[in-house]
Structures are given as structure tokens and as C-alpha cells.
């Protein structure tokens, strides 16, 4: 069973600090990867996606990708207290038919 | 305009009961899926359908009949419901399914 491993948290954060979260994967066919932010009682909403090794920055997000070590990262600059929820790492399966998520990482921002 | 819109948000049923939910995407994507979040916020897939046709069934008990009529719909249908069943079940889509996918609001089924 392909499996897409997170901790669960709670990660707590002081406000204007640097959050990050970390991911594994076990399918080495992945090519895809994905984050999501999830508020409490809500949808998943799409943040960020990788395709190739390194860094992809987005404004205040940078993920990370280390397909060697079939690893995922993301990290928020300057965290702000409306950064506070559930973060998901998501990773396409090598089919390339779905999304394999993770468990959740809790992230709590301080002000 | 909703991009990803699934009815009803909140369904409360009792045991044994059949119910439907239904799922809608107008962003012209040809992959739809149905995924199960648990009490415990893991999301799990349990259909992926792309252009009308089932791509993965991912061991969903054969109560669960999702069905497309076109690839904008996947609506999601559950005979005999079960004290089990109780999730928030989200319906999403993207342009392939290697991609990034878009959810709708979630239903959040209560069996009791």
C-alpha cells in the first residue's frame, strides 16, 4: 500500500516565525506533489505543487523536493495566525489516477 | 460561480437508509473523484473516474455506487447505510489526475 507519511503535530509557531512541514513518500513512480490547507470544517484548498527536485516559491510557501530521498517539505515565511490549520501533503500516484494524502500536519500560529 | 459544487452539505439519515449526493465541476476537467474524510481528518480515495469512465475503486464496500453522466457529474449513491459511514465525503476534480485537485464543500453524513 503506497503511503504519503506526515506528523501529525500540533507544530506551534510563533507569529513571524518560519513553519515547516515535512512530508515522506513510499511510491517511487510519484511525479506529482501537492500541498493543501485545510480549515477547520472546510475543504482542502490547493497551496502548492512540485513537479521537479528543489525549491518552488510562492509568495510567502516554499516547497521542497528531494526525490532521492522521496521527500516533501513546505515552508511558510513570516506565519501569521490566519496561517493556522491542518496542512495535508498530497502525492500523485505513479498511475497517475489519484492523490494519495497524508494524515495532516496541525500547524498553530501564536500571536 | 462555484467551481466544484457538491449537494446536499449536511445529510442526517438513520441506519439502513438509501442516500445520494451529488457533485458538479464547470471547470472542464476530465477527472473526478470521490474522497472520505474520517473523524480523524485522513482523506482517503475512494473512486476516480475519468471522462464518465471508473478509473480506481479503492476496496469500497459494494453499497457505494458512484455513477457518471457526463464528465462534469459524479454523483455518489449509498444503500444500506451503516453507523460507519459517517464521514464528510468530498467530491473534487482536475484536468488529469496527475494533477492538483480541486474539491468542493463537502457533505457531511451522519448515520444514526
Known amino acids: 500500500q503506497k503511503e504519503v507519511e506526515q506528523n501529525s503535530g500540533p507544530l506551534s509557531v510563533p507569529e513571524g516565525a518560519i513553519a515547516s512541514l515535512n512530508c515522506t513518500y513510499s511510491?517511487?513512480?510519484?511525479?506529482?506533489f501537492f500541498w493543501y490547507r485545510q480549515y477547520s470544517g472546510k475543504s482542502p484548498e490547493l497551496i502548492m505543487s512540485i513537479y521537479s527536485n528543489g525549491d518552488k516559491e510562492d509568495g510567502r510557501f516554499t516547497a521542497q523536493l528531494n526525490k532521492a530521498s522521496q521527500y516533501v517539505s513546505l515552508l511558510i515565511r513570516d506565519s501569521q495566525p490566519s496561517d493556522s490549520a491542518t496542512y495535508l501533503c498530497a502525492a500523485a500516484n505513479q498511475a497517475g489516477t489519484a492523490l494519495i494524502f497524508g494524515k495532516g500536519t496541525t500547524l498553530s500560529v501564536s500571536s | 460561480d462555484t467551481a466544484v459544487s457538491q449537494t446536499p452539505k449536511y445529510l442526517v439519515t438513520q441506519m439502513g437508509n438509501d442516500k445520494s449526493i451529488k457533485c458538479e465541476q464547470n471547470l472542464g476537467h476530465d477527472t473526478m473523484y470521490w474522497y472520505k474524510q474520517d473523524s480523524k481528518k485522513f482523506l482517503k480515495i475512494m473512486f476516480s473516474y475519468n471522462n464518465k469512465e471508473l478509473i480506481i475503486n479503492e476496496t469500497v464496500p459494494n453499497r457505494f455506487s458512484p455513477k457518471s453522466p457526463d464528465k462534469a457529474h459524479l454523483n455518489l449513491h449509498i444503500n444500506s447505510l451503516e453507523l460507519g459511514d459517517s464521514a464528510v465525503y468530498f467530491c473534487?476534480?482536475?484536468?488529469?489526475?496527475?494533477?492538483?485537485?480541486?474539491f468542493g464543500q463537502g457533505t457531511r453524513l451522519t448515520v444514526v
Open positions: 511510491d517511487r513512480g510519484s511525479q506529482s
Open positions: 473534487a476534480s482536475s484536468l488529469k489526475g496527475a494533477d492538483g485537485a480541486f
